[in-house]
């Protein structure tokens, strides 16, 4: 009899966040797109504690109607890779800042803002737009993103046709406390192009942001994103790629900070000899931290590899969700499919959660996943202070020792080299 009432809660919820949005003005193929997106949002309602793939994470403060308040955090740090020679793209509490940003324009790369496509009767985004989001992933609702495709405000559009040597800069600014941003991001790299994304910042005090990545036979796409470390900010995020022959996926995500965050990744490998790698790195302290990591990626062709290594650290009562599936179809022969969540729970009153999952049609295959949760080395720990290692710094090296194998999926040095360098910081911000 539970059933029922829970289904009423999910569709009352559903009918209040709905309420209080306005579909945004475009042309034709968008608003159709946005139309079918509040459709599916109605049929499968938005997500409740007691879903399948959300018994782990509470979503009821990123449903609600009202996002809830989030302190400006001030940083100390100077922004990440201002090193760094990249094309910036800025957005203030969800909104396009043309004054902060660069130029979009660049070699081999086409950039245009969503609301300024959303106007245009023809465009190559109509065919990216939704799509990904809307297909079928395993059995696997995404309300959020979908609702993300049907009432996103602003964003970029994104198509490269060459080997881009400068990075692409997505950075968030939060300014509002109130600030409840719904962004979208629709990236087509072409048949032999190349493109690194950057995204930093925390964006608002509420986020939902859905990226879409069509990449095409020998085509790399490189994703590497650092969210901000507002301490406040709720977040919900959605990546869905489809890649091509030959073509590689790589992305990376640092979590430092944050009351909740979920971030969704759904991968669909079609072209044959494709590669996708998906990593993540979170550091969580206290009970006020709650990082939720959901990846489904389906083999559909041969000879394909995937790898999925997510690494968390956490303490005084922080919390880490891990939730990841391989689905191999029945043609997807010689599938190569990894997949590895760990943990290091630095006290008694941290948690993690974890939902490995395989699901395998094809006979010749190579699957594995594992998952493990451990505390501190006690004999690697005692080596290091054996030779004169003060307890706090050694502890720290074995952190990042522990963190290691999610930033090495990072192609870059020079990123992987700054993302190391802002946990080292954190960790010294956070010693015992």
Request: hydrophobic share 40%.
């Amino acid at each position: 009899m539970a059933l029922p009432q829970v289904n009423k809660v999910k569709q009352d919820a559903t009918d209040a966040r709905l309420a209080g949005m306005e579909m945004p003005d475009g042309a034709a193929w968008i608003t159709e797109a946005r139309t079918e997106a509040v459709n599916r949002v109605q049929a499968m309602g938005l997500p409740h504690a007691r879903d399948e793939y959300w018994k782990f994470t509470k979503p009821a403060s990123l449903v609600q109607p009202e996002p809830e308040a989030a302190a400006l955090f001030h940083n100390d740090e100077g922004p990440l890779w201002d090193d760094l020679d990249r094309l910036k793209v800025v957005f203030v509490d969800g909104v396009f800042d043309a004054e902060a940003s660069d130029d979009l324009a660049g070699e081999g790369l086409e950039i245009e803002r969503l609301a300024d496509v959303a106007t245009k009767d023809i465009h190559w985004a109509k065919d990216l737009y939704g799509q990904l989001e809307a297909g079928e992933h395993g059995y696997t609702p995404r309300p959020l993103a979908a609702l993300n495709t049907a009432f996103a405000t602003d964003g970029v559009v994104i198509r490269v046709s060459g080997k881009v040597s400068k990075p692409v800069n997505l950075i968030y600014l939060h300014k509002s406390e109130t600030s409840d941003a719904i962004l979208h991001h629709c990236v087509k790299v072409e048949e032999g192009a190349e493109v690194t994304l950057l995204e930093t910042g925390p964006a608002a005090a509420r986020f939902n942001k859905v990226l879409e990545v069509d990449v095409a036979d020998s085509a790399a796409f490189h994703h590497v994103r650092v969210q901000g470390r507002d301490h406040e900010r709720r977040a919900v995020t959605g990546i869905f790629g489809r890649l091509g022959t030959e073509s590689t996926f790589k992305s990376f995500t640092l979590t430092m900070n944050g009351v909740l965050t979920r971030n969704e990744c759904v991968l669909e490998l079609t072209g044959d000899d494709a590669v996708a790698h998906v990593a993540g790195a979170c550091v969580g302290d206290g009970t006020d931290f709650h990082h939720d990591d959901t990846v489904f990626i389906t083999h559909d062709a041969v000879n394909c590899e995937s790898r999925q290594v997510f690494k968390k650290v956490l303490r005084n009562g922080a919390v880490g969700v891990f939730q990841g599936k391989i689905l191999v179809k029945e043609d997807a022969q010689k599938t190569d499919g990894y997949q590895i969540s760990q943990s290091l729970l630095l006290d008694e009153d941290a948690q993690f959660l974890a939902k490995p999952e395989l699901e395998i049609y094809a006979d010749d295959v190579a699957c594995s996943h594992g998952s493990t949760s451990g505390a501190i080395d006690e004999e690697a720990l005692y080596y290091l202070r054996s030779r004169g290692v003060p307890m706090q710094q050694a502890t720290d090296l074995l952190v990042l020792a522990f963190l290691a194998e999610a930033l090495d999926e990072i192609a870059d040095d020079s990123l992987s080299e700054a993302i190391y360098a802002r946990l080292e910081g954190w960790l010294e911000r956070h010693a015992s």
